[in-house]
């Protein structure tokens, strides 16, 4: 069964920082796209980051200066480097890839609650 799952989620003072992680298990040929995206609460699902396979980046206007996407092909891996967090960015994180597993096509992660509060 493929699956991505992710960790690092947390509570965090404004101006902190955390990590998200998220790794793809199973019988996974390739992996292409991978992203993150957040849903705050009551509101839509929305994206975060993007990064290629072969390492090109993209980012919202929103998070462009305080975060960080980057991979791990061999670890089939994805990563989120939060810093300078701010109350408008509590949401449930998500990642999503697409991949090969012997059709194409996009998998979403579970979801990590980030909380930013004093």
């Known amino acids: 069964q493929v699956q991505l799952v992710e960790s690092g989620g947390g509570l965090v003072q404004p101006g902190g920082s955390l990590r998200l992680s998220c790794a793809a298990s199973g019988n996974i040929f390739n992996i292409y796209n991978m992203a993150w995206y957040r849903q705050p609460p009551g509101k839509q699902r929305d994206l975060v980051a993007t990064?290629?396979?072969?390492?090109?980046?993209n980012y919202a206007d929103s998070v462009k200066g305080r975060f960080t996407i980057s991979r791990d092909n061999v670890k089939k891996a994805v990563y989120l480097q939060m810093n300078n967090l701010k109350p408008e960015d509590t949401a449930i994180y998500y990642c999503?890839?697409?991949?090969?597993?012997?059709?194409?096509?996009?998998?979403w992660g579970q979801g990590t609650q980030v909380t930013v509060s004093s």
């Open positions: 990064i290629t396979s072969g390492g090109s980046t």
């Open positions: 999503f890839a697409e991949m090969w597993t012997g059709v194409l096509r996009g998998y």
